[in-house]
T-cell receptor
Framework: EDQVTQSPEALRLQEGESSSLNCSYT??????LFWYRQDPGKGPEFLFT???AGEEKEKERLKATLTKKESFLHITAPKPEDSATYLC?????????????FGKGTKLSVIP | DGGITQSPKYLFRKEGQNVTLSCEQN?????MYWYRQDPGQGLRLIYY???????QKGDIAEGYSVSREKKESFPLTVTSAQKNPTAFYLC????????????????FGDGTRLSIL
């Protein structure tokens, strides 16, 4: 069974204080790992897809990295508008495997 | 602008009542999905459809039903058999690649919050 564990559950940062969110996964062959941002009362917004170990993607203050067992979302000099819940999901290899398995998310709060 | 529209934003269900949540997309995506989100839990897949007139059960399909008569539309009915329907329901869509079982990202609507009266 595919599993995704995100840590920490919640993270409180001062504005400008860089940190990382973790996504550990077990899957029978990784086809892709996805990061999403979700604001309260809204649907998840797609951020990144990572396909293979060693890959990195960047967008503004966010950088996602991938190893064979986990992914990190690095947040550099965060601003209050980066406050949200960040979700990680994996897609496994296999016939018809369009399905995603999601973690429970990390709720990030950035304090001015 | 292309996107996914879910309606209504809020919905209330009485005991013994079936209710239908609407999901429409104009992204020309083949695949559509329904998820349920509860506090402190990850998104859980209810149903998905890769092509018109075909759909498959996800992990928590009991008490729910769907139809896919048009590419753009994938309505979800929460039946009276679903004893704990209070949740945030999210619809998503994605491109597909039947050969590679594509890892294209899923794009989400802004959800419907269902509560019990």
């Amino acid at each position: 069974e595919d599993q995704v564990t995100q840590s920490p559950e919640a993270l409180r940062l001062q504005e400008g204080e860089s940190s990382s969110l973790n996504c550990s996964y077990t899957v029978s062959g990784l086809r892709g790992l996805f990061w999403y941002r979700q604001d309260p009362g809204k649907g998840p917004e797609f951020l990144f897809t990572l396909y293979s170990a060693g890959e990195e993607k960047e967008k503004e203050r966010l950088k996602a990295t991938l190893t064979k067992k986990e992914s990190f979302l690095h947040i550099t000099a965060p601003k209050p508008e980066d406050s949200a819940t960040y979700l990680c999901a994996v897609q496994a290899q296999g016939a018809g495997s369009y399905q995603l398995t999601f973690g429970k998310g990390t709720k990030l709060s950035v304090i001015p | 602008d292309g996107g996914i529209t879910q309606s209504p934003k809020y919905l209330f269900r009485k005991e013994g009542q079936n209710v239908t949540l609407s999901c429409e997309q104009n992204l020309n995506h083949d695949a559509m999905y329904w998820y349920r989100q509860d506090p402190g839990q990850g998104l859980r897949l209810i149903y998905y459809s890769q092509i018109v007139n075909d759909f498959q059960k996800g992990d928590i399909a009991e008490g729910y039903s769907v139809s896919r008569e048009k590419k753009e539309s994938f309505p979800l009915t929460v039946t009276s058999a679903q004893k704990n329907p209070t949740a945030f329901y999210l619809c998503a869509s994605s491109k597909t690649d039947p050969i590679m079982y594509s890892n294209q990202p899923q794009h989400f609507g802004d959800g419907t919050r269902l509560s019990i009266l």
